[in-house]
């Protein structure tokens, strides 16, 4: 460590600890009548929502809830999530964001191993919580969220209904100021194997977080996606990732936000048209899904920027959306980052050059934002050069990364082996820092002694007129270790075999992209690719559903 001149608590006049409050009560500063909208049910401007979160913490601590306290939440994307995502944190309490997408044995085991002692819950999921209370440890009292009549429910130590609570509640609470290092967030990844493992962020992680995706999403004139007069609409599952810390940049900002509720394509579009949408976020699987709508057919969405991130945008998803209109960006995280990471920028090469070499530009991970460290590394930890070329691991530092998986002292030691955390992405960088990730370490189609990146042959395969939506997952194969296999859905009438297929692919031997190991030699036609708990290409569903095709010799599948 140098010696630098540190400055002693005695001299330092005002320790200003970096809280979530701060970013609730610089909105409203700027504009008093934005709007906060909950599908067509709810609207309130800034102030009531100030008001609202004093309420809520008011009625949490008549509950009981302390400081240090973990409080779920279960619920759809909504303005009580919002509010929950403020006045539990400023009251020194832990949110947990559950993620209800997951199975009642992973929710009771994520509720249980963070301790959850108060829960939120939707009345939609009164069955399911019902279903795992009396395996659930540490849960004392619950609140119900409720977008109808009922004020009571038959759920387990029900304190009383959200709304008829905050009315009777007090409208003001004095918020005491504490360690910005206090957990103010925790969530489970969706986990592919194993027990889904516990991340945690702290006010000051929160509060960097929201300054860096401000600056970015705000100050970059290459590419300049959210200021506060855009519109917000989350698109992304408040459990992941806290919507990817949006809404308190939003909240910040003092932007317009519409919350849409439970995710419905054709009223998202409604929503999208009359609230008058013009910022939102989400994986390519939603995106597809809202292209999709009947609402959406023949719609100009001009106007409407959206953050892609989560999994690879590929090219002709991107060709298609901007057709209709809108402005895509792609972005990279993970649960562990917090997320934000990096996402596309377009430099004044990028800018002067060709549309072809903008668009390959904005298909990648982008740029590591404010803050961000980023690495690749070999298998034996060495640093490699950033020249768009070298492959290896990603490895990053960022002051908003989570510090360890919850009580997992092991999985954290690999997390943050050799003090930089690992993400178990194959990526390369450019010389300008642009990340480009060549696919998940576990999904990378290890074939003949060649990897090959199951995202290029999604990127080259989806680029086939009949292709609507495709996944490509390496199989157990006895000569060459391993080979591709593609999962295709169709555009309507459309048809599509192994060797029309192959014809699609061959040219891209031919020009370099991939060596003719690639070409996937089996492919089936299905009308829905099985998806994870947050809209993801689920590879693991997809393996075991190959195999499963192969032993039953199902004539799903067409090979070569
Ligand atoms: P999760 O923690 O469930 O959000 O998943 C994080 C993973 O999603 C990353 O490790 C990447 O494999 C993948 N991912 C996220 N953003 C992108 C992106 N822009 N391009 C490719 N993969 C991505």
């Avoid at 009383?160 to 990844?189: H, M, R």
């Avoid at 699987?285 to 991130?309: E, P, S």
Wanted: hydrophobic fraction near 40%; proline fraction near 5%; aromatic fraction near 8%.
């Amino acid at each position: 460590m140098l010696q630098t001149r540190v400055i002693p608590p005695a001299e330092n006049a005002y320790q200003y600890p970096l809280l979530i409050k701060s970013l609730l009560l610089s909105g409203v500063r700027y504009e008093r009548n934005r709007e906060i909208v909950y599908r067509d049910k709810v609207r309130y401007t800034y102030p009531t929502l100030i008001e609202r979160v004093a309420r809520l913490a008011n009625v949490l601590s008549a509950a009981g809830v302390k400081a240090g306290d973990t409080v779920g939440v279960m619920d759809w994307d909504s303005h009580r999530y919002l509010e929950c995502m403020f006045a539990i944190p400023m009251l020194g309490a832990v949110l947990q964001t559950i993620n209800i997408r997951l199975s009642p044995e992973q929710i009771t085991y994520t509720m249980n191993h963070a301790g959850a002692k108060f829960v939120l819950c939707n009345s939609e999921f009164i069955p399911v919580f019902n279903g795992i209370a009396a395996h659930l440890h540490s849960v004392q009292k619950t609140i119900l969220l409720t977008d109808g009549e009922e004020k009571t429910a038959d759920l387990f130590n029900l304190v009383g209904e959200y709304e008829s609570l905050l009315a009777a509640a007090s409208p003001c609470y004095d918020f005491q100021d504490f360690d910005e290092n206090s957990v103010a967030t925790t969530f489970y990844t969706s986990g592919t194997t194993g027990n889904p493992k516990g991340v945690y962020f702290t006010h000051r992680q929160l509060v960097l977080h929201t300054l860096a995706v401000s600056t970015t999403l705000g100050s970059l004139d290459g590419n300049r996606i959210m200021g506060n007069s855009d519109v917000y609409m989350p698109i992304t599952p408040m459990f992941h990732v806290h919507a990817w810390g949006m809404p308190f940049a939003a909240t910040m900002l003092g932007l317009k936000q519409v919350y849409p509720g439970r995710y419905d394509p054709e009223f998202l579009v409604e929503l999208w048209k009359k609230e008058k949408v013009t910022f939102s976020h989400c994986v390519p699987t939603i995106l597809q899904m809202v292209l999709n709508a009947k609402a959406a057919q023949g719609v100009d969405f001009k106007g409407w920027k959206l953050i892609i991130g989560g999994s690879a945008l590929n090219r002709s998803l991107f060709l298609n959306a901007k057709e209709r209109g809108m402005h895509l960006t792609t972005a990279y995280g993970m649960s562990e980052t917090g997320p934000i990471i990096s996402g596309a920028y377009l430099n004044d090469g990028d800018l002067a050059g060709t549309e072809d070499q903008r668009t390959a530009s904005l298909l990648k991970a982008g740029v590591p934002v404010p803050l961000v460290q980023a690495r690749i590394i070999d298998a034996e930890g060495k640093s490699l050069p950033h020249d768009g070329h070298a492959q290896g691991e990603l490895v990053l530092r960022a002051p908003w990364l989570t510090m360890a998986y919850f009580n997992e002292p092991e999985k954290s030691a690999e997390l943050w082996e050799g003090g930089w955390l690992h993400t178990g992405d194959v990526a390369a960088i450019g010389t300008g820092g642009a990340i480009e990730i060549r696919d998940r370490i576990k999904d990378v189609i290890k074939t003949g002694g060649e990897w090959i990146s199951s995202l290029e042959l999604e990127d080259l395969i989806s680029r086939h007129p009949a292709v609507r939506e495709v996944a490509v997952v390496g199989i157990p194969d006895e000569r060459w270790g391993e080979t591709p296999f593609a999962l295709v859905v169709l555009r309507d009438g459309e048809s599509l075999d192994a060797a029309s297929l192959q014809m699609h692919m061959l040219p891209f031997v031919d020009q370099g992209r991939i060596n003719k190991w690639g070409i996937p030699r089996s492919i089936a036609l299905v009308s829905e690719i099985p998806k994870t708990s947050v809209g993801k290409l689920d590879k693991k569903v997809i393996r075991l559903q190959i195999a499963q095709w192969q032993t039953e010799g199902s004539s799903v599948i067409s090979s070569l």
